[in-house]
C-alpha cells in the first residue's frame, strides 16, 4: 500500500510569510499533483510534476518533486489571506495504478490579515 | 461546458440502509472515479470506472459497488451503511485514465 504523509497538518501564518508544506513517501510516483480545496468545494488541481528535480512555479507558488520522485514540497512566498485552504498531494503511481491516485492527509493554511 | 456535477448535495442516512450517490461527468470524458473523504483526512480512492467497465479497486469492502452508463455519468452504491461511512463522497471525471481529474462538489453523506 502506498502512502503519502504531509506535513505540516496545520498551518496559522500572518499576511506577507512564506510557508513550505511537505509531502513524503517510501514509495516512488510516476507524476505529483498538488491540489487546492475550498470548504464545500471538490479539490482543484494546482500543479501535475512528472520528472525527478523538476521545479514548477505558478505564481507565489513553487513546487518540486523530488530527485527519486518519492517527495515533493510546496513553497508559498509572501502569503495572502486569499492563499486560506486545505492543500492536498497525491501520488499516481503508474503501472496498474495508472489514473489512481493515493492522497495525503491535507495541510489546512489559515493566512491572517 | 458543464463541469462535474453531483447529487444529492447532503444526505441523512440510518445505520443499516442502503444509499446511491450520482455523478454527471464532464462533457467528454469516459473515465469516472470516485473517492471518500472522511473529515479531516485527504480523500480515498475508492473504484475507477471507464468505458462503463470497473478499472481499479482501491481498499474499500463488496458493499461499495459502482456502475457507469453509455452517457459516461455514475453511480456509486453503498450497502449496509454504517458509521464509519459518514463521509464526504467525491467524484472526478477525466478526458481517459491517466488525465487530469476534475472534481465535483462531492455528496456529504451522514450516518445517524
Known amino acids: 500500500t502506498q502512502l503519502l504523509e504531509q506535513s505540516p497538518q496545520f498551518l496559522s501564518i500572518q499576511e506577507g510569510e512564506n510557508l513550505t508544506v511537505y509531502c513524503n513517501s517510501s514509495s516512488v510516483f510516476s507524476s505529483l499533483q498538488w491540489y487546492r480545496q475550498e470548504p464545500g468545494e471538490g479539490p482543484v488541481l494546482l500543479v501535475t510534476?512528472?520528472?525527478?528535480?523538476e521545479v514548477k512555479k505558478l505564481k507565489r507558488l513553487t513546487f518540486q518533486f523530488g530527485d527519486a520522485r518519492k517527495d515533493s514540497s510546496l513553497h508559498i512566498t509572501a502569503a495572502q489571506p486569499g492563499d486560506t485552504g486545505l492543500y492536498l498531494c497525491a501520488g499516481e503511481a503508474g503501472g496498474t495504478s495508472y489514473g489512481k491516485l493515493t492522497f495525503g492527509q491535507g495541510t489546512i493554511l489559515t493566512v491572517h490579515p | 461546458e458543464t463541469g462535474v456535477t453531483q447529487s444529492p448535495t447532503h444526505l441523512i442516512k440510518t445505520r443499516g440502509q442502503q444509499v446511491t450517490l450520482r455523478c454527471s461527468s464532464q462533457s467528454g470524458h469516459n473515465t469516472v472515479s470516485w473517492y471518500q473523504q472522511a473529515l479531516g483526512q485527504g480523500p480515498q480512492f475508492i473504484f475507477q470506472?471507464?468505458?462503463?467497465?470497473?478499472?481499479g479497486r482501491g481498499n474499500f469492502p463488496p458493499r461499495f459497488s459502482g456502475l457507469q452508463f453509455p452517457n459516461y455519468s455514475s453511480e456509486l452504491n453503498v450497502n449496509a451503511l454504517e458509521l464509519d461511512d459518514s463521509a464526504l463522497y467525491l467524484c472526478?471525471?477525466?478526458?481517459?485514465?491517466?488525465?487530469?481529474?476534475?472534481f465535483g462538489p462531492g455528496t456529504r453523506l451522514t450516518v445517524t
Open positions: 470506472y471507464y468505458r462503463e467497465e470497473e478499472n
Open positions: 472526478a471525471s477525466s478526458l481517459d485514465r491517466g488525465h487530469e481529474q476534475y
Open positions: 510534476v512528472v520528472t525527478g528535480g
